[in-house]
């Protein structure tokens, strides 16, 4: 299961980024995002980048997908979503930090599976 951080301008881009990760890197998204605050984001972007962010966000979730990391690494990279995406893999500090702190952070409004709706359509 890999951990990913969304980075976007507003919550239109954030939820535009997480149907495409689902519908367009072909990713599963496990339970509901979860809001961290925006300018820790940033902080822990900067820290896995090496470097300042180039615009500073207004809202970031986390969120876990069921595949690995490295595979969520190649197919987020084929896409080109409305807002920056960080796989975070357990190699970097803040992974742990995150995850300990994933499941008391607040859900993030207004998103839906795209997947799970498709699913029960099918059936």
């Known amino acids: 299961m890999a951990l990913i951080l969304i980075r ?20 599963k998204v496990t339970g509901k995002p979860r809001i961290i605050n925006s300018r820790k984001a ?4 900067s820290k896995i980048l090496k470097q300042e962010v180039r615009s500073k966000s207004d809202i970031a979730v986390l969120v876990h997908v069921e595949d690995d990391t490295t595979k969520s690494i190649v197919h987020i990279r084929k896409i080109h979503p409305p807002a920056h995406v960080i796989v975070i893999s357990e190699e970097y500090g803040e992974y742990k930090t ?5 499941h008391g952070l607040n ?3 207004g998103y839906y599976s795209h997947k799970d709706k498709h699913k029960k359509k099918s059936k």
């Open 98 to 102: 995150l995850e300990e702190t994933f």
């Open 42 to 45: 940033d902080e822990i972007a």
């Open 107 to 109: 859900y993030l409004k």
């Open 8 to 27: 976007a301008e507003d919550q239109a881009k954030l939820l535009n980024t997480l149907a495409d990760i689902e519908r367009h890197a072909g990713l």
